[in-house]
């Protein structure tokens, strides 16, 4: 499986370009157009899970404190691959929206654009107001608007985005407003990660060239091995607590 540096080299196009079937960019540029619905729209990539585990100043990723046990490889491997990345539109700035709500949370992001597709109640505000600046212009979020009013639901858009099942969706539209504050939350978070991972590679392992790009034998990531991660980080935890 690939290692892709970033949300927007030509390794993340080419990516880009095989799961998406209506999708321009060019390379060595930053943003491309999707064609969606007779309409075109700017993108970019972007980082689902934007896990930096251990990061201090990152809110969830400084959850495992300063002094934790190596990184899983495998771990490491998921994070920075094409299984990780998509697109989102640039016009609007979604993508902003998604690293307000819940500090980049992929789970609270969908729960917000779940919300977005709500038929009782209008809270189309929540994801149309949070990535916008004081100097965007209307018209930006209303193209924003356009894109997103051309899916039927929050599980339309999981499907084309991201290749994802309803059942998987609706997992992280029940785990997007709990907090993560504590070592057993992030532990679970990062195992819908896993999952979220799984399910794409399963979706686009019926696309062609994509093998590079998708795990092999040697990929496969254990639910058990991040789990016993988490537990020596508590263990850790633990001793050092004793000391003191």
């Not at 919300?115 to 109640?121: G, T, V, W």
Request: one cysteine or more; glycine letters at 6%; aromatic letters at 10%.
């Amino acid at each position: 499986m690939k290692n892709i540096d970033n949300d927007h080299d030509n390794d993340a196009i080419a990516f880009y370009k095989a799961i998406y079937m209506d999708l321009k960019w060019a390379k060595a540029r930053k943003s491309g157009i999707y064609r969606r619905k007779n309409k075109e729209y700017a993108v970019s990539g972007d980082v689902c899970f934007n896990l930096r585990l251990g990061k201090q100043t990152n809110c969830i990723d400084s959850i495992i404190g300063k002094d934790y046990p190596d990184i899983p490889d495998i771990l490491n491997r998921y994070i920075q691959s094409g299984l990780n990345m998509s697109i989102l539109p640039k016009t609007g700035a979604l993508n902003n929206a998604k690293k307000g709500l819940g500090f980049d949370r992929m789970d609270t992001f969908i729960w917000a654009l779940s919300l977005y597709y709500y038929k009782d109640r209008d809270m189309k505000a929540l994801i149309l107001n949070n990535g916008a600046t004081l100097n965007m212009g209307i018209m930006n979020r209303l193209t924003l608007k356009d894109f997103l009013d051309s899916y039927n639901s929050v599980y339309d858009l999981c499907r084309d985005l991201y290749g994802i099942s309803r059942k998987l969706v609706r997992r992280m539209i029940e785990s997007g407003p709990k907090a993560v504050t504590n070592i057993d939350d992030l532990k679970d978070y990062v195992l819908l990660a896993i999952d979220f991972w799984r399910e794409r590679a399963k979706t686009y392992r019926k696309l062609d060239g994509l093998n590079e790009y998708l795990p092999d034998k040697s990929d496969i990531i254990h639910k058990k091995t991040i789990t016993g991660w988490f537990e020596k980080i508590k263990k850790i935890r633990s001793k050092s607590a004793r000391v003191r």
